[in-house]
């Protein structure tokens, strides 16, 4: 086991690389394996219609430093463009929109390779710019898009396992989809840092109750000073421990209990100050509701532990293999691996950095437990301790993304949907107007999906294509309303709707690539008349 | 008319022309003529901040077919500008932003003037503003919000109706943001939402000088301390790598001394600075989400967020969640409400307490109040004679020394908000 031994020199004093200056911001978000990750991808767009939320969205690609991008379009750019795409300019006028378009993104980055299809005017040959191109790790299309082009897209992507995402900007709306290959775990979600604290003073380790054993066993003798500097935890340790002697060893449990429980630990603070108490028993009081409850698994990891995985590829990822220890480790425990984070309290430098580090072991310690248990089992020879330090600090809040089955019955979420609707309507007149909730998105999804193929469609026509895959949506007052909403922008992009749409994609694209904080499952619908996004898995 | 350029091949704004020239279901009302069409080539509008969110908002307004905009900004360029502020390059390093974002986008965008101000918003006065017909604000100080809220609000004339100028605000933080737009006077301002920015609590300094627990607390103790005592350059300067790096060598031998682990020159430089993360990708969201509710003002294209929704938050760290929220306006807001606001304080509390209790009040978040009572000064902090005369005042009790009761009216300003009066009538706990 490597003991991280806290360095007796000082670290290397150097300031940061002219590449670290440049990315300062986003290595705060997504540190430096976020942006190698992001480095070596190698994203194809294809693009088509009036063409600028693809290019937007590559622009937020651009700008953080994506390995690679290529556009597929073979339009010429014509006034219109000019009027909706930032990344085209007089100049550009009757040449190729994809070559155009990649220049002009070059330009925002030098460390960013780019490249387009085709190299000359004419016909756009897909099937051909994807078998001759290096493997792409992620594909976007803009929609409207030919028939044959998605066919190659969809062809290549379950070839491959390639994500891909699907774009429509249209007027004031838009959505955009993502179809994963198969089901996308994240280790690193990045939860709120007020949610990640795991004390377990309800089930501490040996360590840990020695040292606040020892710390409060003459707790009346301290000086006022040694009294008003005890943690927290070590406060709330010893109040338990005189709690379950008067209550037949039971912990608190519900509110009251922990009302009375609270009162305790008031009690113990002294008032012969000038404040008239001690600040770490008001941190201790503080801290009572959220770290005094039994252990429970949140949704993400139960949904871990009873997933099923079904494909070969995904059974041996590591993932599984960790995934699989981890819920042995908890079977055997009862609880997870310990995170072994310690939140700041009011203690003394000393007695805190001592504290850290008994919660720092006991990590360590189950760490090594269920890395062990990886190298014993089939295919987990070789892991990397870091991936299993990683889950084991995330395990928590380890999250899977589309596992759940497709809803494919529109119908059904037809239906869904135009009851929470009705529910919305309803509680708005009960309440006079005071609470209103946001209507559904999902009409719109139909709606733009209707002109998939057909981006001049009419109100008229838009509502015939939908009654006939969902029968229950004829005479919905609300879908056509959006079907006209649609046809009245025949087609054409708002700018600034396709800044939104892309800038949400290329958020989507860098948590998938990084495999960091948790993407859309799978469809986000937004409607820029209302300001509102909705996700809905489709 | 303008629509026979159909009949040649498609205009430059056939896109936005459909949204402009048909009314939709959710417009229904609006006025689509060729006259009603034309104020938008009039309109002028003003553009705060050059940065991050600055940028996306003039490429969003001159793509919004608005023709004459003007953005104001008074910093110059830094290289770590470049992963998000897209009109910028290595070579700009160290021009002004506000010139190079007006010359790119004027040469990108044929038809679109930019005018560019070097300067801060403090710099220009009621004359200025009132030229805008809109106001869109990309900024990541607080304090120059409320400088331009407080600007607006102070220029509605009642008889004037174009004298109110809505302010379209947006803000960003890593995976999150928020768009809102507020018509001066008639809907909640920016200093009724001020609470929503909760001041954050500073470490104690008996912490950072005996009892450091955290890397931050060393790097602080080095920036407040440290610093103060050995002064190794005449001024901080924080984007000086040379001081960073002194203050981060004293965080980390603090931070060896403690046994504490934690101490880099990216923490140091980020508490120092007070660093908050900022990438492309959300910058492009909340700025097309405020220049979307813009071209809505200025279209009547569909309804803009204002008078019943007015604020909306995104947040993509977990999935992609939106909301919308109507907030009232505050009766006793110190800029557009009537009343004076109640303040509860303990009557043995000293001048010093309550003047130092201001910074952290969530709707106040002032940091060198000056403070008078029933007409008496208390405590000024300009100029130094008056300063000197009153700072005695500082150690007193409100009661006792200072006389102060029940329904005294207190009045508190604050040198970063000359327009502004704080009024609060007194009570005691
Ligand atoms: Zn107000």
């Known amino acids: ?538 | 008319m303008a629509t026979t350029a159909a009949s040649t091949g498609p205009s430059r704004w056939q896109y936005l022309d459909k949204i402009r020239r048909n009314p939709g279901p959710f417009n229904q009302d609006s006025d689509v003529g060729d006259e009603a069409l034309a104020a938008q080539d009039k309109a002028k509008i003003l553009v705060i901040g050059a940065g991050g969110l600055g940028c996306e908002i003039l490429k969003d307004l001159a793509l919004s077919r608005f023709k004459d905009i003007h953005v104001i900004d008074m910093d110059t360029i830094d290289i770590s500008n470049l992963n998000r502020q897209f009109l910028f390059r290595q070579d700009d390093v160290g021009k002004f932003k506000a010139e190079v974002a007006a010359a790119f986008v004027e040469k990108r965008v044929k038809g679109t003037k930019i005018t560019a101000h070097n300067g801060r918003i403090q710099d220009f006065n009621e004359d200025f503003y009132m030229q805008f017909q809109i106001v869109v604000c990309g900024l990541d100080s607080i304090e120059a919000r409320r400088w331009i809220n407080a600007m607006l609000v102070n220029m509605v004339d009642m008889e004037d109706q174009d004298s109110l100028k809505p302010l379209i605000d947006g803000g960003t933080e890593g995976f999150k943001g928020q768009t809102r737009v507020i018509f001066p006077t008639l809907t909640p301002c920016i200093e009724c939402q001020l609470d929503l920015y909760t001041p954050r609590a500073a470490v104690p300094l008996c912490t950072l000088a005996t009892i450091p627990r955290q890397p931050e607390h060393c790097i602080e103790w080095a920036h407040i301390i440290a610093w103060e005592e050995q002064k190794p350059f005449p001024n901080l300067d924080k984007d000086d790598p040379e001081h960073i790096t002194w203050l981060y060598q004293k965080a980390s031998a603090r931070a060896q001394e403690f046994g504490i682990s934690g101490v880099t020159y990216s923490l140091t430089q980020g508490v120092v600075k007070n660093i908050i993360p900022a990438i492309a990708s959300t910058n492009a969201i909340i700025a097309a989400s405020c220049c979307n509710e813009a071209l809505k003002i200025a279209t009547t294209a569909a309804p803009a967020l204002g008078f019943e929704e007015s604020y909306m938050m995104y947040s993509g760290d977990d999935s992609i969640y939106t909301s919308t929220f109507k907030y009232d306006k505050k009766p006793d807001c110190t800029v557009c409400g009537e009343v004076a606001k109640p303040l509860q304080v303990d009557p043995k509390m000293t001048l010093k307490e309550l003047l130092d209790s201001f910074a952290l009040k969530a709707d106040l978040q002032l940091k060198k109040p000056s403070i008078r009572a029933e007409g008496k000064t208390l405590y000024m902090q300009f100029p130094p004679s008056i300063e000197e005369q009153t700072r005695p005042n500082l150690e007193k009790t409100l009661q006792q020394d200072l006389g102060l009761d029940v329904g005294h009216e207190v009045v508190v300003t604050d040198p970063a908000f000359p327009t502004l009066t704080f009024r609060f009538i007194l009570s005691f706990v």
């Open chain 1, 1 to 538: 086991m490597t003991e991280i031994v806290v360095s007796q020199t000082p670290p290397m004093l150097h300031g940061p690389t002219e590449k670290e200056k440049k990315y300062d911001r986003q290595l705060r978000l997504w540190a430096a394996s976020g942006q190698a990750a992001l480095e070596s991808a190698n994203i194809l767009l294809v693009n088509s219609g009036a063409g600028t939320v693809g290019v937007e969205t590559l622009k937020n690609l651009v700008l953080p430093g994506i390995g690679k991008f290529t556009i597929a379009d073979d339009a010429l750019v014509n006034e219109a463009d000019l009027g909706v795409n930032f990344f085209l300019d007089e100049s550009s006028l009757g040449r190729l929109r994809s070559e155009c378009c990649t220049k002009l993104l070059q330009e925002l980055n030098p460390e960013v390779q780019g490249d387009w299809f085709p190299k000359e005017k004419g016909p756009l040959d897909l099937a051909n710019v994807l078998e001759t191109s290096p493997i792409f790790t992620l594909i976007i299309y803009t929609n409207p898009i030919r028939k044959e082009d998605l066919a190659t897209i969809e062809a290549y992507s379950s070839q491959h396992r390639t994500p891909v995402i699907s774009i429509h900007s249209a007027g004031f709306y838009s959505y955009f989809r993502i179809a994963l290959p198969g089901t996308f775990p994240i280790v690193d979600t990045h939860p709120e840092v007020e949610k990640t604290a795991d004390l377990r003073l309800l089930n501490p380790w040996p360590e840990l109750v020695e040292f606040a054993k020892e710390m409060t066993r003459n707790i009346d003798a301290l000086d006022d000073h040694e009294h008003g500097h005890v943690p927290y935890v070590v406060i709330l340790l010893h109040y338990l421990e005189q709690w379950r002697q008067s209550h037949s060893g039971e912990n608190p449990n519900g509110f009251k209990d922990k009302t009375e429980f609270g009162k305790l630990v008031t009690r113990g603070a002294r008032t012969n100050n000038p404040e008239g108490g001690e600040e770490n028993f008001q941190e201790a009081v503080a801290a009572i509701n959220k770290n005094i409850k039994a252990p429970e698994l949140e949704a993400g990891v139960e949904e871990v532990f009873n997933h099923q995985v079904s494909d070969e590829a995904e059974l041996e990822s590591m993932f599984w293999v960790i995934a699989r220890a981890i819920k042995q480790f908890y079977h055997k425990h009862g609880c997870l691996p310990l995170p072994g984070a310690l939140p700041d309290m009011k203690a003394q430098s000393s007695v805190y950095v001592k504290l850290q580090s008994i919660y720092k072991a006991k990590a360590r310690k189950d760490a090594q437990e269920v890395l062990e248990t990886v190298r014993a089992s089939p295919g987990g020879k070789d892991v990397d301790p870091t991936e299993v330090d990683l889950f084991c600090k995330n395990a928590r809040f380890v999250k899977l993304i589309n596992a759940k089955p497709r809803q494919l019955n529109l119908s059904q979420v037809f239906d869904t949907e135009k009851a929470s609707d009705e529910e919305a309507e309803a509680m708005k007149v009960a309440t006079c107007g005071a609470f209103s909730l946001p209507a559904s998105n999902f009409f719109i999804y139909l709606a733009l999906t209707a002109t998939a193929h057909n981006p001049a469609a009419t109100a008229e026509e838009i509502v015939s294509t939908i009654t006939n895959a969902v029968p229950e949506a004829a005479g919905h007052e609300r879908l056509w309303q959006v079907a006209q909403e649609v046809a009245r922008a025949g087609g054409g992009e708002l700018h600034n709707i396709s800044a939104i749409t892309g800038g949400m994609v290329a958020q989507e694209m860098i948590k998938i690539i990084t495999k960091q904080y948790i993407p859309i499952d799978d469809t986000c619908i937004f409607d820029g008349i209302s300001s509102r996004c909705q996700v809905l898995r489709l």
